[in-house]
C-alpha cells in the first residue's frame, strides 16, 4: 500500500506540471463542450484528436485524452437537464427528472447535482482504480454471456419503473423500441432484418437519432402543437439555482449509491455506461422517500434521479479504465481509441503496461483526480448562466433546440437520411405523447434489445443449449435472484398488509 | 434580454464549431478509415498502423478512424458503402475474415460494392487457453473434441471468419462432423480476448498479434499455431507439428469507396504502398508477426475474387455453408 502511495505521489509530479496542467484543462474544456452536443461523441472526438500523439509527448497527449473521455461525462448532463436533448447514450435518464425539474424552475439545482455528483464519483471512482484496479480486473472476467444477460434481465424488470403511470402504455413504448432495435443486421450472424431495402437502415437506427427525435424533437413540436396559446413572451420560470439543504440530503445517498452501481459495471467488458444509468434510476425511483416528485408521476422532478444516474455515468468513466489498463481490453469505444492512442507511442496496455510505463499510468491516474477537479471548478459557475439559458422566450428556445438537435444529427455521418428520419421519429414522439405514451422505454427496449440478444445465443451457445446456465452460475444466478426478489417481494409484502413507501 | 441570448449564441457556436470540426474528413487529404471491428482487434491494429504511416509518408494530411463492429466487418461495410460513396479520401480494412462473413451470410453490401485498393499482408491465427485450463497441447483439445464435441466451447470472431474456418477444418481432420462444433462469435479481438481470460470459452482463436501480450505475461498458454511453419523467434508449434493437418492464413487489405475513378483508385494505391515502406509500418508488421504480401490494382481484385471461391470451397467441405 506505501508503494502505491509512493507511486501515486510519483505520478502527481508528473501531472502537476505546467504543460501536464494545460493539457488536462484543454482536454476538459473540450470534453465538455462535446459532451453537450448531441451525436458528437467523446469516442469520435478523442479519434480526431489522434493524431497529436505525432507531436506531442506521452503523457501530456494521454491526459489530455482522457480529459476529454471525463469532460464529456459531464457535459452530457448539461442538454439533458436544460432542452431534453441527451448528448450521449448515458445521460439518456438524467432528461426524465433533470428536465422535468428544469421545466419547473429548478434547472440550477439539477445542473449542480449533475456537477458535484459527477465530481464524487468520479473521485470515488478513481480512488478505487488506484486501489484495487487488478482485483477489479479479475473480478470483471468472470462476467461472460450468461453473467450479462442475468444483468439485462434485471435491467428488464427494474425498468418498469421507467414505465410511467400506466403499465400498458409503457410497455407498449418498450416494444417499439424493441422493435426498432431489431433493424439492421443482427450482431450475431450478419444477417439483416426488417430493412424493408432501404440500405441507410442495413446498419442499423442510431440511438442518440431516436433520443434526439422523441425527446427534443417531439417536444418542441408538441408544444408548437398543443400547449395552450399564451403570450408569445412567456418564459419557462426560474426558481432556484443552487441546491437547497432539502436538495443535498436527498443527493448524497443517491451519489454513493450511483457510484457503487457504476464503478463496477464501468470495470466489465462489453458493460457500457447504459445500463448502470438504467439500474440507478431505477433504485433511485424504488428508494425514493418522494415518490411523488418524480415525473412519471406527474411529479416536478425528483432531484435524486439527477443525482444517482449522472453520479453512476462518472464511476462507470473510472470503472472502464481499469479493464484498459490492467487487460488491455476495452469496455467501450472511447476507452478503445485510447487503446489506438497508446499504441501510437508503441505502449501496449495490458498485464505488462505497470510494469513497461509505470511512470506514465502513475502520472495519468494522478491527473484524473486533478481533472475531476477542474472540471467542478469548471462546471459549477456556469450553472448559474445555462440555468439562465432557459429564461430565453419558449418560441426562440423551441426554435433553437431544433436547430440544435438538427446539427447534432447531421454531424453524425453528413447523412440527409438520418436528417429526415429524426423529424419522422419526432412526429411519432408528438403522437406519443399526444396518446399519454411515455418515451424513455423505447430508448431502453432500442438499447437493452440488441445487446440482450447477443448475450442469450452466446450464452446458450456456451452451455449448449441449457437455459439453466443463468441458475447454475453464481454471479448470474445472484442477478436472476435479485430479478425475482424485485418482482415478487413488493407484491407479497402489500398481500401481507405491509405498506411500501410507494404505493406501487 | 441581449446578454441571456448571448448564452444561447454561445451554445449555437460551439455546435459549428464542432461540426465543421467533424466534417474535416471530407477535406482533401484526410483519409477516412472505416474498421469493420470493435477496437482491439487485428482489423483495428491494421487501420490504424496503416493510418499513421500514411501520415509519416506524407501522403496523408491527416487520418480518421471509425469502429464499427459485428458479423466479419460487414455492418461496417454497409454503413461505408452508404455513407462514403464517391469519396476520394476513403478507406475500409478488409480481409479474408470479410469475405468469409460474405460467403456465409450473404449481406445485401458486399465487397462488389467498393473498389479494390491493395492487399498488404498475412498473418496466422493462434489457439490459446487460459493459464489454468488443464488443456496442455492440441491432442488435448482434439481428443477432448472426439469424446463430445459440443464440449469444446470455441471463442473467436463472427461466423464465418477465418477463426470459424480453422476450428471447423480441425474437427473434419478429426474425423468429428464439423456442424456440430460449439463456436461461440464475439464482436471484435477485445471481447474474444476477455472471455477466454475469464475462462468462458474453453479454446480460443485469434490473430497471433492479438494475443501475444497475453501469452507473454502468462495469463494465456500458446497450444498451437496455424502457419505452415513456426513463426520467427517463437517456439509455440504448428498445427501440423501436432498431428493436426490444417494450415489456414489471414490476409488484410484496404478497399476504397464505390464510384471512384480509375485515377482515384490509383492514388490511393500508390499512398498504400508508399505507406508500407516507412518504418513505422515495417515495425508493426515485425512487432505483430504480419508477413509483409503488397499487391495492388487488377491483380488484387482477382485475388479477392479467388479467395471468394476458395472460401467458399472450404466452407462447403466443412458443411458451413450449402
Redesign the interface.
Known sequence: MIETWNLLLGGFATAIQPANLMWAFIGCVLGT??G??PG?GP??TV??L??IT?KVDPSGALIMLCGVYYGAAYGGSTTSILMNTPGESSSIMTALEGNTMAKHGRAGPALATAAIGSFIAGTIGVLLLTLFAPLVADF???????EFFSLMVLAFVTVSSVLGASMVRGLASLSLGLAIGLV?????????RY?G?V??F???IEFVLVAVGLFAVGEALYNVLFEPKTDPGTRNKLSSIWMTRDDWKRSWPAWLRGTAIGFPFGSV??GGAEIPTFLSYSTERKLSKHPKDFSSEGGKGAIEGVAGPEAANNANAAGALV?LLT????TS?TA??L??AF??Y?I?P???LFQTSGPLVWGLIASLYIGNLMLLVLNLPLVG??A??L??PKP??YA?IL??AS??V??M???SFDLFLMYVIGVIGVIMRRFDFPVAPVIVGMILGPMSE?QLR?AL??S?GDWLIFFKQPIACTFMVLTILVMFVPMILRKRGVRLSEDD | MKT??S??LR??A???A??A????G?ALDNVKFMIGA???GGF??TG?NLG?AM??AGVAK???????G???G???L??F???SKGDPNALIVTGAVMVG?IVQ?K???TLANATPVARLFYEYNVFVVPANSPLKSMKDVVEMLKKDP??V?WGGG??GSVDHISVAMIAKDAGVDPSKI??????GG??A???I?????TVGTSGYSEMQ??I??G?MRALAVTSGSKLPGEPVPTLKEQGVNVEIGNWRGVYGAPGITEAQRKALADAVVAASKQKSWT?ALASNDWFPAVLTGEEFAKFVDGEHKRIEESMKAVGMVK
Open positions: 463542450a462535446i453537450v452536443l458528437i469516442a469520435l479519434a480526431m489522434l493524431p505525432a470483471a472476467l468472470k462476467f461472460g454471456p450468461a439492421g443486421m443482427d450482431a450475431i450472424a450478419g444477417i439483416p430493412t431495402n440500405p441507410e442495413i446498419d442499423g467488458p462489453a479493464p487487460l488491455g481490453i476495452p469505444a478503445a481509441i487503446i489506438g499504441q501510437n508503441n501496449q495490458g498485464p505488462l448562466m445555462w439562465r439559458l429564461t430565453i426562440q428556445l433553437g436547430v440544435f446539427i447534432g447531421y454531424g455521418r453528413q447523412s447477443k452466446n451457445s456456451i449448449q | 441571456r441570448f448564452g444561447a451554445h449555437a460551439v455546435a459549428v464542432s461540426v470540426l467533424a466534417s474535416q471530407f470493435n477496437p482491439g483495428d491494429q490504424r499513421k501520415v509519416e491527416s487520418v480518421q478512424y471509425e469502429n464499427k459485428g458479423a466479419g460487414t455492418i461496417g454497409a454503413q458503402a452508404n455513407a462473413a451470410n449481406p445485401p453490401v459440443g464440449s466451447k463472427s461466423r460449439n463456436y461461440v462469435p464475439f464482436q477485445g471481447e480476448s476477455a472471455a481470460l475469464g475462462g468462458h470459452v501480450q497475453f507473454k505475461s495469463k515495425d
